[in-house]
């Protein structure tokens, strides 16, 4: 199977920079897809950044797009969530996930492999 550990959460003024990693390890050449979800407290979990881990052109959430962007590095096993303009509403824990699947997967329910999370606070 594939574990994903995600790293570089921590507290963060608004208006400023974090960047997430996801270390990948086990069986990864069953990713497909890979991205990053993150869930508020009392709020469903959502979809923000998608890539297929073989390259193509990423997919975001509108709430992000523009100031978060989603890359991976193969070589390493690693995908990246730089998240650039923090806005007090991007605070949620983040989680890293995989598909299996051929198609892009659109919500969840589409991932099968899931990191733990890691916590952003945006301070205003």
């Known amino acids: 199977q594939v574990q994903l550990v995600e790293s570089g959460g921590g507290l963060v003024q608004a208006g400023g920079s974090l960047r997430l990693s996801c270390a990948a390890s086990g069986r990864t050449s069953l990713m497909r897809y890979v991205g990053w979800f993150r869930q508020a407290p009392g709020k469903e979990r959502e979809s923000i950044a998608t890539i297929s881990w073989s390259g193509g052109r990423p997919y975001y959430a509108d709430s992000v797009k523009g100031r978060f962007f989603i890359s991976r590095d193969n070589a390493k096993n690693t995908v990246y969530l730089q998240m650039n303009s923090l806005k007090p509403e991007d605070t949620a824990v983040y989680y890293c996930?995989?598909?299996?699947?051929?198609?892009?997967?659109?919500?969840?329910?589409?991932?099968?492999?899931w990191g733990k999370g890691t916590p952003v606070t945006v301070s205003s």
């Open positions: 996930a995989a598909s299996r699947s051929l198609g892009v997967p659109r919500d969840s329910s589409g991932m099968d492999y």
